[in-house]
Structure formats: structure tokens, C-alpha cells
């Protein structure tokens, strides 16, 4: 703008130099002397017009920038702001997070104490559930003073005797055999009525089979094959007043039988009284025949019930004991898993029969297995 300002000037200039080197007619002096004086005035007002000119574009061109700048700094500002509001959010942002952060940790932390007080809790629970004695293991388990000590290498015979506990006990005889077999392994019968001659037999056999002696333990009541297991015992253990019960095996038939199948039957239980009754009888120094005869002169059924305090007489039992600690009661947890098994091994279909008496069904027998126990109420009976 300024440039050509300057060139408008020039040529104005250059105007009035033209005009004054035109030839014009020839006038008076006093006009010529008058348009003389005049030039240089309006040139003089040219020039200050021409510098009003420059100086109110500058003035404009001033105003523009100023506009501009002002603009400009309005968007800096704004931007500057919105970046400000940025930080601000972020640092907001962050600062939340921390804080979440910080109460997760404090409840982390306190979730975590919490658990280990619950872990230390449930700790002192179980470790109460131990004693803090060790098992004995003697070679010779019965005291002077008439106590029998019982280890851990014990295995318990209750309720009715079935082809299933055969099987847990025969193992259990192994097992600890396997482990040592010096120490005793102890039997303990808290309450017996028998059951399957076969099942009771392979308890016998694993017994007589051990290199580890096995010694019978009766508590309570052991009749039947239960009695029979007490009896054929190299060592057998029992309280004053516990009861023994011996007898001849009965048949549980089923339904009608002919004369032949009676026959049958009853030369398969002839066989199982003689191979069971004969050690028995010559244990006691009689005949088989003669431990007959004692039976039906107790009993007119023929059930020779005696304490154990008197059984021992008959060598139906070794020893009398007046104390019995058990060492392998270790933990209270041992002893419920003993009671549940104790009752699921007792579990069969017990049911209320039609005269309103309850009445528990036996299991299944093997082919020539015939039950031997003693069931004088009718409890257990055939289906």
C-alpha cells in the first residue's frame, strides 16, 4: 500500500512538472505570477493528503493486526484453557483411581486378614480335634493291672457280618501286615449278632493267615459267627459281663422246599457245624457231640449264652479285662468316620413289617452260604 502511495505521488509529481513545461498561451504576468504560487502549495496539500493517505492505512492495517492478535490470543487463551481443563481431568482422573486403588488395598488388606484369622481359627479347630499322644504299640499289650492297650493298627467288627466287611477287614489285615508284621493287630468287636458263615470264614482264614497275631476284642456282644471269630482267636480279649452266644446254625429258607431240597440244606449246614463246631469243642476238651448236648442243656433252643467271665472258664475267651485304652483314637474325626461307618455297614433295608414290627432284611447269599447269628426276635429275616 505504501508502494504504490508513493508511485500515485509520482505521478502527480510528474504531472505538475508536465504542466508547467506546456507552452500556454501567453497570459499576463499577474496570472502567470498567481499560478505559480499556487503549484507548490497544492503539491504541499498533495503531500499531506498523501501522508493522511499512508498514515490511515497504516492506522487500518495497525487495526487489522491488532484484531488478528487479539483473535489469536483469545484462541491461545481458549486452548490454553481447554488443555488446562484437560490436566485438570486427567489429574482428577488419576486421583480417583488412586483413591480406588487405596481402598481396594485397604480392603484387599483386610480381606486378607480376615482370612488368615478365619485359616488360624479353622487351624485351632482341627489341631483341637488331635490329641497330642502318640499311639502305643506293644508286644505284649495286656498290663498287670489287667489294662489292655490298644494301638492304631486296629480294625472294628460291628453289627451284622456280610460279605462287604469280609473284604475291608481281610484288607485291613494285609495293609498292616504289609506295613509290620510283629505288632499286634487288634479286632474289636463292640457288638455282633453274626451273619454269613462264608464272610466270617475269610475273616478267619486272613487271621490265621497273618505273620502279624490278630487279637479279638469283645466289648459288648458277640454271637453266632461273631462268637465263632472270639473262640477260634489265638489271643482274644473281653470285659467281665460282655456276652457270648453259641449255637448251631439255623436255615433262613425261602418259600416252600421239597424233602430233597431239605436234605440239601440240611447237609450244608451239617458241614459248616462240623468244620466250625469241632475246633470249638476241642478247644473246650469235648466232643462235638457233647458241645451239642451242652447247648440244648442251657437252652431248650439250643442258645448257650454266657458272660464272658464264665465263657473263659469254657475256653471260649483268653482274657479278662477290667480297663481297655484305646491309643488309636487319635482325633475326633476318626471317631465319627468309625460311628458313619459303623451305621452304613448296619444300613440294610430296614423296614416296619405289616404287624408293626420293624424287621431288617438280609443280603443276598452266596450259593451254599448259609447265615449263622442268632435273631431270636425276628429281626432279621429273608427276604
Same mark, same amino acid.
Given at each position: 500500500m505504501?508502494?504504490k502511495?508513493?508511485?500515485?505521488?509520482?505521478l502527480l509529481i510528474?504531472?505538475?512538472h508536465?504542466?508547467?513545461n506546456?507552452?500556454?498561451?501567453?497570459?499576463?504576468?499577474?496570472?502567470?505570477n498567481?499560478?505559480?504560487i499556487?503549484?507548490p502549495?497544492?503539491?504541499k496539500?498533495?503531500?499531506?493528503?498523501? =501522508?493522511?493517505?499512508e498514515?490511515e492505512?497504516?492506522?487500518?492495517?495497525?487495526t487489522?493486526?491488532?484484531?488478528t492478535?487479539t483473535q489469536?490470543m483469545k484462541?491461545?487463551?481458549?486452548?490454553?484453557?481447554?488443555q488446562?481443563?484437560a490436566?485438570?481431568a486427567?489429574a482428577?482422573s488419576?486421583?480417583l483411581?488412586?483413591?480406588?486403588?487405596?481402598k481396594?488395598t485397604?480392603?484387599e488388606?483386610k480381606?486378607?486378614?480376615l482370612?488368615r484369622?478365619?485359616?488360624?481359627f479353622?487351624i485351632k479347630?482341627?489341631?483341637?480335634?488331635?490329641t497330642?499322644?502318640?499311639p502305643?504299640y506293644?508286644?505284649?499289650?495286656?498290663k498287670?493291672?489287667?489294662t489292655?492297650?490298644i494301638?492304631?493298627?486296629r480294625i472294628?467288627?460291628?453289627?451284622?457280618?456280610?460279605?462287604?466287611m469280609?473284604?475291608?477287614?481281610?484288607?485291613?489285615?494285609?495293609?498292616y501286615?504289609?506295613?509290620?508284621?510283629t505288632?499286634p493287630?487288634?479286632l474289636?468287636?463292640?457288638?455282633?449278632?453274626?451273619?454269613s458263615?462264608?464272610?466270617?470264614?475269610?475273616?478267619?482264614?486272613?487271621?490265621?493267615?497273618?505273620n502279624a497275631?490278630?487279637y479279638?476284642?469283645?466289648?459288648?456282644f458277640?454271637?453266632?459267627m461273631?462268637a465263632?471269630?472270639?473262640?477260634f482267636?489265638?489271643?482274644?480279649?473281653?470285659?467281665?459281663?460282655?456276652?457270648?452266644?453259641?449255637?448251631?446254625?439255623?436255615?433262613?429258607?425261602?418259600?416252600?422246599?421239597n424233602?430233597?431240597?431239605?436234605?440239601?440244606?440240611?447237609k450244608?449246614?451239617e458241614k459248616?457245624?462240623n468244620?466250625?463246631?469241632t475246633?470249638i469243642?476241642k478247644?473246650?476238651?469235648?466232643?462235638?457231640?457233647?458241645?451239642?448236648?451242652?447247648?440244648y442243656k442251657?437252652?431248650? =433252643?439250643?442258645?448257650w449264652?454266657?458272660?464272658?467271665?464264665?465263657?473263659q472258664k469254657l475256653?471260649?475267651?483268653?482274657?479278662?479285662?477290667s480297663?481297655?485304652?484305646d491309643?488309636?483314637i487319635q482325633?475326633?474325626?476318626?471317631e465319627?468316620?468309625e460311628k458313619?461307618?459303623d451305621?452304613?455297614t448296619?444300613k440294610h433295608a430296614?423296614?416296619?413289617?405289616k404287624?408293626g414290627?420293624p424287621?431288617?432284611y438280609?443280603?443276598h447269599?452266596?450259593?451254599?452260604?448259609?447265615?449263622?447269628l442268632?435273631?431270636?426276635?425276628?429281626?432279621?429275616?429273608?427276604r
Amino acid at each position: 500500500m505504501k508502494y504504490k502511495i508513493n508511485l500515485l505521488t509520482l505521478l502527480l509529481i510528474g504531472t505538475v512538472h508536465t504542466y508547467a513545461n506546456i507552452h500556454l498561451p501567453q497570459e499576463d504576468n499577474s496570472t502567470k505570477n498567481h499560478e505559480d504560487i499556487a503549484l507548490p502549495e497544492n503539491l504541499k496539500a498533495l503531500k499531506e493528503k498523501n =501522508k493522511i493517505l499512508e498514515a490511515e492505512l497504516k492506522l487500518k492495517e495497525l487495526t487489522q493486526k491488532n484484531q488478528t492478535y487479539t483473535q489469536k490470543m483469545k484462541e491461545e487463551e481458549k486452548l490454553k484453557k481447554l488443555q488446562s481443563d484437560a490436566k485438570l481431568a486427567e489429574a482428577k482422573s488419576k486421583k480417583l483411581t488412586f483413591e480406588m486403588k487405596l481402598k481396594q488395598t485397604e480392603w484387599e488388606l483386610k480381606t486378607k486378614k480376615l482370612e488368615r484369622e478365619i485359616s488360624m481359627f479353622k487351624i485351632k479347630q482341627e489341631r483341637s480335634l488331635y490329641t497330642n499322644n502318640q499311639p502305643l504299640y506293644l508286644e505284649n499289650p495286656l498290663k498287670k493291672d489287667n489294662t489292655l492297650i490298644i494301638s492304631d493298627r486296629r480294625i472294628s467288627l460291628n453289627g451284622l457280618i456280610t460279605s462287604k466287611m469280609a473284604q475291608e477287614i481281610t484288607t485291613k489285615i494285609n495293609y498292616y501286615n504289609n506295613k509290620d508284621n510283629t505288632q499286634p493287630i487288634f479286632l474289636v468287636i463292640d457288638s455282633s449278632p453274626g451273619g454269613s458263615v462264608m464272610a466270617g470264614y475269610l475273616i478267619l482264614k486272613a487271621m490265621e493267615s497273618s505273620n502279624a497275631p490278630v487279637y479279638v476284642v469283645l466289648k459288648s456282644f458277640a454271637a453266632s459267627m461273631a462268637a465263632i471269630i472270639v473262640t477260634f482267636a489265638d489271643k482274644s480279649f473281653a470285659y467281665s459281663h460282655a456276652t457270648m452266644l453259641h449255637h448251631q446254625p439255623s436255615a433262613y429258607v425261602r418259600g416252600s422246599s421239597n424233602l430233597t431240597e431239605q436234605k440239601e440244606n440240611y447237609k450244608n449246614l451239617e458241614k459248616w457245624w462240623n468244620y466250625l463246631g469241632t475246633p470249638i469243642a476241642k478247644k473246650m476238651g469235648i466232643s462235638i457231640d457233647a458241645f451239642q448236648k451242652q447247648m440244648y442243656k442251657n437252652s431248650s =433252643k439250643g442258645d448257650w449264652s454266657e458272660f464272658a467271665i464264665d465263657a473263659q472258664k469254657l475256653k471260649w475267651v483268653n482274657h479278662i479285662v477290667s480297663r481297655i485304652e484305646d491309643t488309636s483314637i487319635q482325633s475326633d474325626i476318626i471317631e465319627k468316620q468309625e460311628k458313619k461307618k459303623d451305621k452304613d455297614t448296619n444300613k440294610h433295608a430296614e423296614i416296619i413289617s405289616k404287624d408293626g414290627k420293624p424287621i431288617n432284611y438280609l443280603p443276598h447269599l452266596a450259593p451254599t452260604d448259609v447265615y449263622f447269628l442268632y435273631s431270636p426276635d425276628g429281626f432279621y429275616q429273608r427276604r
